[in-house]
């Protein structure tokens, strides 16, 4: 193992060089960093255009310049050794530069990844399992509008409806036609897509869900929910039993008794642990936030250990998911409480279209963690909807093909359980080409931050890239390139290496 | 089609019923032997999603090319879509589709359908012009990244050694570099050059994908009997490569080509909207919602048309592409259930 | 005579396709008694492997399955989901044709086996580890300890059949449903894992239904024969007279086209012809086009499975006499060879 991923690395390092020189001469030979004086009639144009030529080695041949970049840039790769991958044109050194933008774009490119990869994994394999209903033709025709869609109309759209007109309507929130038909033809598709059954099932889902979403909304607004929401310890409490449910169901089945009942004590625990420690939880810092959760996982496992008998793994796995779900519910109920404070901090316009955060805004920890939300949600959004395609055809099509697979027949033959055989033995061999779908999609969404931050006004990786090709900057896009394509590599390599885990035929060396 | 011959017969008249998984036993059984233009045309057809996406595809087409002319041949929309016109209505659309009894006044085309930009050009006519030269620089990335990648591909699965050694380095290397900030500085320094030159520049980019696809597709075939047989009897490598082997891989090809005209169309879209891409005087959808994406408050319109025809024509390429590969994949379930 | 353990009485399974209904299983009856083995036998396609995985309750659900199948006078078709699932694996275990793809790959050898056993045993992975690891001892695998630790792609093919048997075992089944379970494996090793299949059947006690195209498989395992061609049961007797006495023309032909050890370097001696579509059959005898005793009733009437001269002897033609009066059956295709 140890020397396969030296090898790749060392392989990695290669192309990486490559594609810089590739990069270097198409960048620098494509544009003409002296062509903005060629108007200009500044009285010391000569000088600027002397200075510009020393900065950049403009003078000295392209070979040369290149493996002057390229000496101050291996620096970068390895520790101790200074980083220096030149100046803009400018004169601002483009490795300070990219040490601002890159946590930005990381934050963005991150979110939208973990969260299309989630999504899609699981959206794909419950469309592959229920194949050919009518919530697999609505799955399959999202995928492929989302596939159609312009990344930055996507984007243009979710700043005008998802952000102007929710501020307008949050601002003095009300039931109007529109919106109650907008909620009530969401929920009776989405249920009745999620129950399936027959056709008359769905329809009475459907209606259900449409007569019961437009009341509690109707209810919510009546009540003046959506100026200071919250979710209080009952919903808390319920989600909290929801989710040991859930994760019983996932681990064995709900007649196993005593693994669901490890699992409800854990969830008990969760709530009783976070309301003992309500007062701690006021402005905390991530380390309490992680403390209190690790706490919690701890008494589930004990839980589990103790009381497991002969499903003692399922029962540790069920309390650590149980904990980890409680742990969720409860940040989002703190930060959801400090909703109305937060508002009233930005003027009474949360969701934010511009920047990555608010300039100069201070406030309680669960105020910060609302802040970067509303400024992530709508750009995360616009790049996970193209990712979410890709991962969730992708997912279908190889969950497809392994329900048909020998093994999976020998497993329901062997007497398991649906369950066991679709996520135990199915689930985890579709999982293996998906690893490779990973790295080649990753590049992908880093096109699509570039646009995306562009739209958003985001101060990342991409704006630095475009205005940098807009000034034939050559540094500055190479500082970018750079970046993004060590960014990809590694991506690649975790692909691969991830490949050889799932699969036990791969052997590294 | 003159693949028949070349086609290994992957339909038996009953393969070994039960050897297949539960889904299995039921994909064996086929009477009639059809030759594989026939079985694909036939699949093609029935995929109601690609029939969709391939009418709407060819409307669009037909719409964009004959309204308002191109090169010296006019159309029949009475407006250019340079000159500015008195601005009617507002400037907003005349296009009423809703019938009567709705909203009392029926079907209308009016004189601006789709409305006039601030300046009074016919926004139709504008977003025609921009129709046809997405549809010209996509189709062209198409064909041409197709021809490249299915060369390299055969060349590199063919002869393998050192050739496929080159190609395929070469292709981690693009593959490694995001392919919008390639285009990005490629249009960037190209893109006065017309559009189509632009769509040539981004072919030579955009073929490596295909290219792998098709050197794996190549490497299997190399095994295959006939193609041996066929190099025992002689057969030159060009003969082999384009009578024996291209045909087998057609579909893989075929498919291919077809997404990338979807990848190609986003991607002309991407860079016109960043504004590496196509330049005004010439004018392409994305460059229209670039150009407009601050009038949403005011001129919705002059943001949604555009958007309109970039997400149909990908949404139908995309269908048509997903029919294909049904229509060519011989494994495909077909029970109906 | 021992305890009738499984019966099959018409069973008939469909598969909705684009080209029509295809009619895999029509109407097959057979019964099985306790350490019985009976063999089904036919070409690719017979309808053969369907009819198993009908009473598996592994076929798709779009399958429609009729008929009625009785294990132990339960009635298996209409069994609740739950049932269903119990029934499977421990009371009926099923070996599959392809061990090589019969695995899960991700998974270690004794961790399939011990899944197997604790679908259906509330043990400890430790207890259900141990069993396995005894099962693939008793199979004939050397140094079971350290190879229940191995994936199957480190098992030979004729190592993973074993496997496979162990896991079939490892709930002491009543019956053992055995798809091909040789046809995928090298000469050599076919015989090893017939002998150890009689040897497991024996020690836990198992009937097994012996799925094959091999009539040398046959002769040497089973004791009752169920002929299949297209879908229906052609001809039932006991092995000895599918051997000496066959009454059914195409039963006739597959013994014929056994290529002979004494007769090296004569001809091959196939049943010309292929078998009809399943879907729209023609109406009359499914064997007809390629029978070389055909006459106008066959064209016509499809035969039933029914009583001939012979006890425990049934066949659907309607010239079986024409067959019992030939001295020797299996040459009736050897003039219609040379012709083709």
């Known amino acids: ?509 | 089609m003159t693949m028949r011959e070349s086609i290994e017969p992957d339909m038996t008249p009953l393969g070994p019923l039960g050897s297949e998984g539960p889904e299995g036993p039921e994909r064996e059984f086929t009477i009639k032997a059809r030759t594989q233009g026939q079985m694909v045309r036939r699949r093609f057809i029935r995929h109601r999603g690609a029939a969709i996406g391939f009418t709407a595809l060819v409307i669009v087409i037909i719409l964009a090319y004959t309204s308002i002319g191109f090169w010296k041949i006019p159309g029949w929309w009475y407006l250019g879509y340079t000159k500015t016109n008195p601005i009617v209505n507002g400037g907003a659309p005349t296009l009423d589709v809703l019938p009567a009894f709705i909203d009392g006044d029926g079907f209308m085309i009016g004189p601006h359908p789709f409305g006039q930009d601030q300046i009074g050009r016919d926004y139709f006519a504008l977003t025609m012009r921009g129709t046809q030269i997405s549809l010209m620089v996509a189709f062209v990335i198409g064909i041409l990244s197709t021809f490249i990648g299915a060369v390299a591909g055969a060349i590199s699965g063919y002869y393998g050694g050192q050739a496929d050694n080159v190609i395929m380095r070469f292709t981690d290397l693009l593959l490694t570099i995001p392919i919008l900030t390639i285009a990005a500085v490629v249009g960037n320094a190209t893109g006065n050059l017309g559009p189509f030159f632009l769509a040539v520049v981004l072919s030579l980019l955009i073929w490596t994908s295909l290219a792998r696809l098709v050197r794996g597709e190549f490497l299997s075939l190399r095994e295959k009997e006939y193609v041996e047989a066929a190099r025992a009897m002689g057969a030159s490598s060009p003969r082999i490569i384009f009578r024996h082997m291209l045909p087998n891989a057609i579909g893989t090809i075929i498919v291919s080509a077809t997404l990338t005209i979807a990848v190609a169309i986003l991607l002309e879209a991407a860079l016109s909207f960043l504004g590496f891409g196509i330049r005004s005087p010439d004018t392409s959808l994305g460059l229209l919602i670039s150009t407009y994406q601050t009038a949403f408050s005011t001129r919705p319109w002059l943001f949604w048309w555009p958007g309109l025809f970039i997400v149909i024509i990908a949404l139908s390429v995309n269908f048509i592409g997903d029919g294909l590969r049904d229509a060519f994949d011989p494994k495909q379930n077909r029970v109906r259930a | 005579m021992s305890e009738e353990i499984l019966s099959v009485n018409d069973l008939s399974v469909v598969f909705p396709t684009e080209d029509g209904m295809v009619e895999a299983v029509r109407g097959v009856s057979y019964s099985l008694s306790e350490r019985d083995v009976l063999a089904i036998v036919g070409e690719s396609g017979s309808g053969k492997s369907v009819a198993a995985m009908a009473l598996m309750g592994l076929l798709p659900k779009y399958a429609q399955i009729t008929g009625d199948v009785r294990y132990r006078g339960e009635d298996v078709l209409a069994m609740s989901p739950k049932r269903s699932r119990a029934l499977r694996g421990q009371n009926i275990a099923m070996i599959f044709q392809d061990p090589m793809t019969a695995m899960n790959p991700v998974y270690t050898v004794g961790d399939q086996l011990a899944e197997a056993y604790r679908s259906h045993h509330r043990v400890e992975r430790k207890v259900a580890l141990a069993r396995a690891v005894e099962m693939l001892d008793r199979v004939g695998i050397p140094q079971a300890k350290d190879r229940a630790r191995s994936y199957p792609h480190e098992f030979s093919g004729g190592m993973r059949q074993r496997a496979m048997i162990a896991m079939a075992i490892i709930n002491s089944p009543d019956i053992i449903i055995a798809d091909e379970p040789t046809t995928a494996l090298d000469v050599t090793v076919q015989a090893q894992i017939l002998e150890t299949l009689i040897e497991v059947k024996d020690s836990v006690n198992a009937a097994v239904i012996l799925i094959t195209h091999d009539l040398g498989v046959v002769a040497g395992m089973a004791h009752r024969v169920l002929v299949m061609y297209a879908g229906r049961g052609v001809e039932r007797a006991d092995v000895e007279d599918i051997y000496r006495r066959p009454r059914m023309p195409y039963t006739a032909g597959l013994l014929g086209s056994i290529p002979a050890l004494d007769s090296a370097g004569g001809k091959l001696h196939p049943i010309t012809g292929a078998p009809p579509s399943l879907i729209n059959l023609p109406p009359g005898c499914p064997f007809s086009t390629r029978c070389p005793l055909v006459t106008d009733r066959c064209l016509t009437e499809e035969p039933e499975l029914a009583a001939t001269d012979l006890p425990h002897h049934q066949v659907a033609c309607h010239n079986w006499e024409k067959v019992a009066e030939t001295p020797d059956p299996t040459l009736l295709f050897r003039t219609k060879a040379v012709d083709a």
């Not at chain 1, 802040?371 to 990712?387: E, N």
């Not at chain 1, 890709?390 to 697979?405: H, T």
């Open chain 1, 1 to 509: 193992m140890g020397s396969y991923i030296l090898r790749r690395i060392l392989a990695s390092l290669l192309i990486l060089l490559a594609a810089s020189f590739l990069m270097f001469a198409l960048v620098t030979l494509s544009g003409d960093p002296l062509a903005e004086f060629t108007g200009s009639n500044a009285p010391d144009k000569a000088r600027l255009i002397q200075e510009r030529i020393e900065t950049l080695n403009l003078d000295r041949p392209f070979l040369v310049q290149y493996f002057l970049w390229l000496g101050g840039a291996i620096g970068c790769l390895i520790p101790g050794m200074s980083c220096d991958l030149g100046v803009n044109l400018s004169n601002q050194p483009v490795t300070s530069l990219i040490v601002d933008a890159f946590p930005t774009t990381l934050q963005l490119v991150l979110a939208a990844t973990i969260l299309a990869i989630v999504l899609g994994i699981s959206i794909g394999i419950i469309s592959a399992i229920r194949q050919y209903t009518a919530f697999d033709y609505s799955i399959t025709f999202l995928a492929f509008l989302f596939y159609s869609l312009p990344i930055f109309w996507v984007a243009v759209l979710l700043k005008e409806f998802g952000a102007i007109r929710i501020n307008d309507w949050l601002a003095e929130p009300a039931v109007t036609l529109p919106t109650a038909i907008v909620i009530a033809g969401f929920s009776a598709l989405f249920f009745s897509a999620v129950v399936g059954g027959s056709r008359k099932q769905r329809l009475l889902v459907g209606l259900g869900a449409a007569v019961g979403a437009v009341l509690i909304f109707v209810g919510l607004v009546a009540s003046g929910w959506f100026s200071n929401p919250g979710m209080g310890p009952g919903v808390v409490t319920i989600g909290a039993a929801a989710a040991a449910v859930g994760a019983t169901l996932l681990f064995t089945n709900l007649e196993n008794r005593r693994v669901l009942f490890i699992a409800l004590g854990t969830a008990a625990a969760g709530v009783i642990t976070a309301y003992a420690a309500l007062p701690l939880l006021e402005d905390p810092s991530w380390l309490t936030l992680f403390g209190l959760g690790a706490l919690v996982t701890a008494i589930g496992v004990g839980l589990g250990w103790i009381f497991g008998d002969i499903d003692r793994p399922a029962a540790i796995r069920a309390a650590v998911l149980t904990s980890f779900g409680v742990g969720l519910l409860v940040f989002m109920d703190r930060t959801v409480s400090s909703f109305a404070a937060y508002s009233a901090e930005v003027n009474g316009r949360p969701v934010a279209t511009i920047g990555s955060k608010t300039p100069n805004f201070n406030g309680t920890f669960w105020e910060v963690t609302l802040d970067t939300a509303t400024h992530l949600v709508l750009p995360t959004l616009a790049i996970m909807l193209i990712s979410f395609a890709g991962y969730s055809r992708y997912s279908r099509a190889s969950m497809l093909e392994v329900l048909n697979a020998d093994y999976v027949r020998t497993a329901r033959a062997k007497g398991l359980t649906e369950r066991t055989v679709v996520l135990r033995h199915a689930f985890r061999n579709a999982m293996i080409p998906l690893a490779t779908l990973a790295a080649i999609d990753f590049g992908a969404v880093i096109s699509g931050a570039i646009i995306t931050e562009t739209v958003f006004g985001w101060k990342g990786m991409g704006v630095l890239f475009t205005s940098a090709v807009q000034r034939d900057d050559a540094y500055q896009i190479m500082g970018v390139f750079m970046v993004t394509a060590i960014a990809v590599l590694l991506f690649n390599l975790i692909a691969d290496i991830s490949y050889a885990i799932l699969d036990p035929r791969i052997r590294l060396s």
